[in-house]
């Protein structure tokens, strides 16, 4: 009888306590964070806004349907990241969490006017941040971007992630942002996005997000310098960091186009000249899918494609020479060369790394491309 | 109450996997940087060298404990002022696990919950298990409580191969050279393996020669997963990175995404954590009210199990008050003085005097 009480007691305490009542947050009465802006507010101060979604509005079929919209958007000033989350947590009746978030954007202007390595300690450090969430770069206010209306998705920052995974570009992580940046070997590179100034898609002037370039970006995370859209698609294949690309080159004498599908893009990199530092060669890899055909080449013969493929290699690598020449003037290391040379020369390497930015442009590298043509497609030469 | 080999083999792993998966690798990844693996299995040499010159000592005086024998050694009254330090040793080792899981349960999950509920739940539970069942109990949690540990902590460690880049961990020896090799190890090595509880634990072992394979087989097993751990947490992160990692495991599990969506399993690693602190902190404590029982003469060591637990609970609520006292892992006299002290130079010296009074034996034993 005694002992039933005890057991009873007993049980009672740890129902109590192990259950972790005190902790406790039910769903809603979470606000889910989606994507953070960060926009430029001033002399160190920074603007914070948060894109956070309305559960029960996202369920409206085909987006969002007369005026309800399925997230709102939250700012605030302060002195830091968490200092400004503080204050937009006082203007909200449910608690902030974070760790769904899909995408941070930095306004272009941010960057430019403050040191955004402080940006990344509270990442880090608060164990609460899950670091998959894309980092990019904004052309104009980081809070007009959150606060548009998607006609596909229902919040620009889904929408921004998926585009981003959508057309190949997976490694933009925040994760691999701060590894490369903390890297002494490597620069980053991180997609620049604007919204879409065309007319308004459908009836509720919804705005697409378009990816207005790069920004490459130095070792105190200052932009250097812009990358167009062609010119970034050849530099992040050169990175090592996409998945698959297309691709349309004029054949000889201006007499057609060939659109080709690239994919398992590889880079690889070496050090020739009898394993010279300064000399590096870089080679890129893929598999190609001829997927339109306007010259008078005909598939089914062997020497027309073997006269593709070498016309490919060479159309490729000029073109890619150029842009690595191009960034080379501009001086950060996006390709990890300086992370290449630290593994294979060490010795060499410590006298180069103070002013790797500099030295980078002392380095010759040459490109060169090596296509497996995997399939012409179903027909052999064009119907005329 | 006896211990068989099998149990003494979970045992010797489980208590070292909680030290090693909670501070060595970031002590050591200071120092050396990539190289820090180096530093890691170089720590795990020389602490098998220790765990191998304790069986030693312990082979030499199978039936007795660490507070008889010593005073067999050395004296009674050279043995009655050595042994205090063998019980400040694991006492320290029972307040800093405790506080370190305490603070890691607060940040991590239970922000809220104000310490002492945690605390006592946990203390409550040890001194449970060790007034009534003592090291027979304690064993057979650890029997069970083993093999799942190891399973999950040795996979955690493949989840992630699309982040893993082995260039990561190159230039090997080029960027640090020998002395922040070094240099880390001996910052880390105290913290890889705990061999002084074998002192203790040795004479509850059933058969002593299976039970010092046993042993040696624990640490080794430690010993090839903290450098398997350093060496993944290199591959997914980068030295830069990993050096500023306080708790390198928990961070890496975070990191694991499978197929986009098995993801956050952290939520594993930390129960199984307590769990395997648990066995550490109950075999402590039974080691230590022992310990205290036969050199002070009382008898009843359940008694003295349960004062121990008010004194542990006392020092825990008031170390937190001063912060400098409360962080104490890079402290020169512990790493430096104390630690090799009590792990190196005690069994040390009882073993040469050991073998002497063998030898000594032998010839009177010849002579006659």
């Given at each position: 009888?005694?002992?039933?009480?005890?057991?009873?007691?007993?049980?009672?305490?740890?129902?109590?306590?192990?259950?972790?009542?005190?902790?406790?947050?039910?769903?809603?009465?979470?606000?889910?964070?989606?994507?953070?802006?960060?926009?430029?507010?001033?002399?160190?101060?920074?603007?914070?806004?948060?894109?956070?979604?309305?559960?029960?509005?996202?369920?409206?079929?085909?987006?969002?349907?007369?005026?309800?919209?399925?997230?709102?958007?939250?700012?605030?000033?302060?002195?830091?990241?968490?200092?400004?989350?503080?204050?937009?947590?006082?203007?909200?009746?449910?608690?902030?969490?974070?760790?769904?978030?899909?995408?941070?954007?930095?306004?272009?202007?941010?960057?430019?006017?403050?040191?955004?390595?402080?940006?990344?300690?509270?990442?880090?450090?608060?164990?609460?941040?899950?670091?998959?969430?894309?980092?990019?770069?904004?052309?104009?206010?980081?809070?007009?971007?959150?606060?548009?209306?998607?006609?596909?998705?229902?919040?620009?920052?889904?929408?921004?992630?998926?585009?981003?995974?959508?057309?190949?570009?997976?490694?933009?992580?925040?994760?691999?942002?701060?590894?490369?940046?903390?890297?002494?070997?490597?620069?980053?590179?991180?997609?620049?996005?604007?919204?879409?100034?065309?007319?308004?898609?459908?009836?509720?002037?919804?705005?697409?997000?378009?990816?207005?370039?790069?920004?490459?970006?130095?070792?105190?995370?200052?932009?250097?310098?812009?990358?167009?859209?062609?010119?970034?698609?050849?530099?992040?294949?050169?990175?090592?960091?996409?998945?698959?690309?297309?691709?349309?080159?004029?054949?000889?004498?201006?007499?057609?186009?060939?659109?080709?599908?690239?994919?398992?893009?590889?880079?690889?990199?070496?050090?020739?000249?009898?394993?010279?530092?300064?000399?590096?060669?870089?080679?890129?890899?893929?598999?190609?899918?001829?997927?339109?055909?306007?010259?008078?080449?005909?598939?089914?013969?062997?020497?027309?494609?073997?006269?593709?493929?070498?016309?490919?290699?060479?159309?490729?690598?000029?073109?890619?020479?150029?842009?690595?020449?191009?960034?080379?003037?501009?001086?950060?290391?996006?390709?990890?060369?300086?992370?290449?040379?630290?593994?294979?020369?060490?010795?060499?390497?410590?006298?180069?790394?103070?002013?790797?930015?500099?030295?980078?442009?002392?380095?010759?590298?040459?490109?060169?491309?090596?296509?497996?043509?995997?399939?012409?497609?179903?027909?052999?030469?064009?119907?005329? | 109450?006896?211990?068989?080999?099998?149990?003494?083999?979970?045992?010797?792993?489980?208590?070292?996997?909680?030290?090693?998966?909670?501070?060595?690798?970031?002590?050591?990844?200071?120092?050396?940087?990539?190289?820090?693996?180096?530093?890691?299995?170089?720590?795990?040499?020389?602490?098998?060298?220790?765990?191998?010159?304790?069986?030693?000592?312990?082979m030499q005086n199978k039936d007795k404990t660490l507070i008889a024998f010593i005073?067999?050694?050395?004296?009674?009254?050279?043995?009655?002022?050595?042994?205090?330090?063998?019980?400040?040793?694991?006492?320290?080792?029972?307040?800093?696990?405790?506080?370190?899981?305490?603070?890691?349960?607060?940040?991590?999950?239970?922000?809220?919950?104000?310490?002492?509920?945690?605390?006592?739940?946990?203390?409550?539970?040890?001194?449970?298990?060790?007034?009534?069942?003592?090291?027979?109990?304690?064993?057979?949690?650890?029997?069970?409580?083993?093999?799942?540990?190891?399973?999950?902590?040795?996979?955690?460690?493949?989840?992630?191969?699309?982040?893993?880049?082995?260039?990561?961990?190159?230039?090997?020896?080029?960027?640090?050279?020998?002395?922040?090799?070094?240099?880390?190890?001996?910052?880390?090595?105290?913290?890889?393996?705990?061999?002084?509880?074998?002192?203790?634990?040795?004479?509850?072992?059933?058969?002593?020669?299976?039970?010092?394979?046993?042993?040696?087989?624990?640490?080794?097993?430690?010993?090839?997963?903290?450098?398997?751990?350093?060496?993944?947490?290199?591959?997914?992160?980068?030295?830069?990175?990993?050096?500023?990692?306080?708790?390198?495991?928990?961070?890496?599990?975070?990191?694991?995404?499978?197929?986009?969506?098995?993801?956050?399993?952290?939520?594993?690693?930390?129960?199984?954590?307590?769990?395997?602190?648990?066995?550490?902190?109950?075999?402590?404590?039974?080691?230590?009210?022992?310990?205290?029982?036969?050199?002070?003469?009382?008898?009843?060591?359940?008694?003295?199990?349960?004062?121990?637990?008010?004194?542990?609970?006392?020092?825990?609520?008031?170390?937190?008050?001063?912060?400098?006292?409360?962080?104490?892992?890079?402290?020169?006299?512990?790493?430096?003085?104390?630690?090799?002290?009590?792990?190196?130079?005690?069994?040390?010296?009882?073993?040469l005097i050991g073998s002497i009074k063998q030898r000594r034996k032998h010839k009177?034993?010849?002579?006659?």
């Open positions: 009888m005694i002992r039933c009480f005890h057991m009873t007691c007993l049980l009672l305490f740890l129902l109590l306590t192990s259950a972790g009542c005190t902790d406790f947050v039910e769903p809603n009465q979470l606000a889910f964070v989606m994507g953070t802006g960060i926009d430029y507010a001033g002399e160190e101060m920074v603007e914070v806004s948060q894109q956070i979604a309305i559960p029960s509005q996202m369920n409206a079929k085909g987006g969002s349907s007369g005026d309800s919209e399925s997230f709102i958007v939250v700012s605030a000033k302060g002195k830091n990241v968490f200092d400004a989350t503080q204050k937009i947590q006082k203007k909200l009746s449910r608690r902030l969490m974070s760790t769904h978030r899909a995408l941070i954007a930095i306004s272009e202007e941010y960057i430019e006017k403050y040191d955004a390595k402080k940006l990344f300690d509270k990442l880090n450090r608060d164990p609460a941040n899950n670091q998959r969430d894309i980092t990019v770069l904004i052309k104009g206010s980081a809070k007009e971007f959150l606060k548009i209306k998607h006609p596909l998705e229902q919040l620009s920052s889904i929408a921004a992630n998926k585009e981003l995974l959508i057309n190949g570009m997976s490694s933009f992580t925040t994760r691999q942002f701060i590894i490369d940046s903390a890297t002494e070997g490597t620069r980053v590179l991180v997609p620049l996005l604007q919204i879409d100034n065309d007319k308004d898609k459908g009836k509720d002037k919804a705005r697409l997000i378009q990816s207005s370039g790069y920004a490459v970006l130095d070792k105190q995370l200052k932009i250097k310098g812009i990358l167009n859209e062609s010119e970034g698609s050849g530099a992040i294949w050169m990175l090592g960091k996409g998945t698959f690309q297309g691709l349309t080159i004029a054949w000889k004498d201006g007499n057609g186009n060939l659109s080709f599908r690239l994919t398992h893009l590889e880079r690889r990199i070496q050090s020739v000249k009898g394993n010279d530092p300064k000399h590096i060669l870089l080679t890129v890899k893929a598999q190609a899918y001829l997927l339109d055909n306007t010259t008078p080449l005909d598939m089914s013969e062997a020497d027309h494609m073997m006269e593709l493929k070498k016309y490919l290699d060479e159309k490729i690598q000029t073109d890619l020479q150029d842009i690595m020449n191009k960034v080379q003037k501009l001086g950060p290391d996006i390709f990890g060369i300086g992370e290449y040379l630290h593994r294979k020369h060490p010795y060499w390497w410590k006298s180069q790394r103070e002013d790797w930015d500099e030295n980078f442009k002392q380095i010759q590298v040459s490109v060169k491309a090596n296509i497996q043509i995997r399939s012409t497609g179903t027909s052999a030469n064009q119907v005329r | 109450m006896t211990i068989s080999s099998y149990q003494m083999f979970w045992i010797i792993t489980i208590s070292s996997m909680v030290t090693t998966s909670y501070l060595p690798i970031h002590l050591a990844m200071e120092e050396a940087r990539q190289d820090s693996w180096l530093s890691m299995l170089l720590g795990g040499l020389i602490m098998l060298s220790i765990t191998w010159l304790t069986l030693r000592v312990c005073q067999d050694l050395l004296g009674s009254v050279l043995g009655k002022i050595l042994v205090p330090v063998y019980f400040l040793l694991w006492f320290k080792q029972l307040t800093m696990i405790a506080k370190g899981m305490v603070d890691f349960q607060n940040l991590v999950m239970l922000h809220n919950t104000p310490m002492i509920v945690i605390l006592l739940c946990m203390l409550f539970l040890v001194a449970y298990v060790v007034y009534k069942g003592g090291i027979t109990a304690i064993s057979r949690c650890a029997e069970i409580i083993g093999p799942i540990l190891i399973f999950v902590l040795f996979v955690q460690l493949f989840l992630n191969p699309e982040d893993m880049n082995m260039k990561r961990i190159l230039p090997v020896y080029a960027d640090t050279g020998w002395l922040a090799i070094v240099k880390g190890t001996l910052s880390s090595f105290n913290y890889i393996v705990d061999p002084s509880i074998i002192l203790m634990l040795f004479f509850f072992a059933e058969n002593k020669r299976t039970a010092s394979r046993a042993i040696l087989w624990g640490t080794a097993t430690t010993v090839i997963w903290g450098v398997l751990a350093t060496m993944v947490l290199m591959f997914v992160t980068g030295p830069h990175i990993a050096a500023q990692l306080v708790v390198p495991v928990y961070s890496l599990t975070k990191y694991i995404s499978i197929l986009n969506f098995i993801q956050n399993i952290d939520a594993f690693f930390i129960p199984l954590w307590l769990l395997a602190a648990f066995v550490k902190l109950s075999v402590c404590l039974f080691i230590l009210s022992y310990g205290i029982s036969e050199w002070s003469g009382f008898r009843n060591w359940k008694l003295i199990a349960c004062f121990i637990t008010l004194i542990w609970f006392g020092f825990n609520l008031y170390s937190t008050r001063p912060v400098g006292d409360a962080f104490t892992l890079k402290s020169f006299f512990l790493n430096n003085i104390f630690f090799p002290f009590v792990y190196i130079v005690i069994p040390l010296i009882l073993w009177r034993q010849l002579i006659h």
